[in-house]
T-cell receptor, first 110, second 114 residues
Framework: GEDVEQSLFLSVREGDSSVINCTYT??????LYWYKQEPGAGLQLLTY?????DMKQDQRLTVLLNKKDKHLSLRIADTQTGDSAIYFC??????????FGPGTRLSVLP | EAGVVQSPRYKIIEKKQPVAFWCNPI?????LYWYRQNLGQGPELLIR????????DSQLPKDRFSAERLKGVDSTLKIQPAELGDSAVYLC????????????FGQGTRLTVV
């Protein structure tokens, strides 16, 4: 079946850029997503990218997609303490289900 | 507009007892998902509905789990009997059908089985 992998932890200083990486296995994925989860809350969509794109920028967020290597990354510029959360990479499979990675816990140090 | 509403937020039950979770999706969202999120892991699909039809329940443990979505709106997820390993957060999500549309998640129900 489909599999999505992420590193589990990332720690950065406030004001630095954060880069969260993800790899996936389903080459037929049409859309790839980044969700954010804060403590005790549900998942909030941050951004998504269509599989025929290689980059998407939305304010402080930049998504890069390398479809050949099945690698997705999320860059957060000027990281703030409010960005501390768990970030999930997800792919939409052929059945329109979302397959999530294990999540990357981002800690922003003052 | 209200988001996806789930209740209860928290539930503590003894093993072997039944439990039910309720989800009210966003109005007009035909697609509804139930996901289970174990501690420290990403959500895993249990079941997906298109209107009132369960179109993917391949990962639902049918010996103890059941779900329904009467009239294609609200949905309930039931576990009977609950086991210790069922302790997790149960998330409901809804979306308009089609590629690339956003799935909106509820806050989840945190189940603790003791």
């Amino acid at each position: 079946g489909e599999d999505v992998e992420q590193s589990l932890f990332l720690s950065v200083r406030e004001g630095d850029s954060s880069v969260i990486n993800c790899t996936y296995t389903d080459s037929s994925s049409t859309y790839l997503y980044w969700y954010k989860q804060e403590p005790g809350a549900g998942l909030q969509l941050l951004t998504y990218i269509f599989s025929n794109m290689d980059m998407k920028q939305d304010q402080r967020l930049t998504v890069l997609l390398n479809k050949k290597d099945k690698h997705l990354s999320l860059r957060i510029a000027d990281t703030q303490t409010g960005d501390s959360a768990i970030y999930f990479c997800a792919e939409q499979d052929y059945g329109q289900n979302f397959v999530f990675g294990p999540g990357t816990r981002l800690s922003v140090l003052p | 507009e209200a988001g996806v509403v789930q209740s209860p937020r928290y539930k503590i039950i003894e093993k072997k007892q039944p439990v039910a979770f309720w989800c009210n999706p966003i109005s007009g969202h035909n697609t509804l998902y139930w996901y289970r999120q174990n501690l420290g892991q990403g959500p895993e699909l249990l079941i997906r509905y298109e209107n009132e039809e369960a179109v993917d329940d391949s990962q639902l443990p049918k010996d103890r789990f059941s779900a329904e979505r009467l009239k294609g709106v609200d949905s309930t997820l039931k576990i009977q009997p609950a086991e210790l390993g069922d302790s997790a957060v149960y998330l409901c999500a809804s979306r308009f059908p089609g590629d690339g549309t956003e799935a909106f998640f509820g806050q989840g129900t945190r189940l603790t089985v003791v």
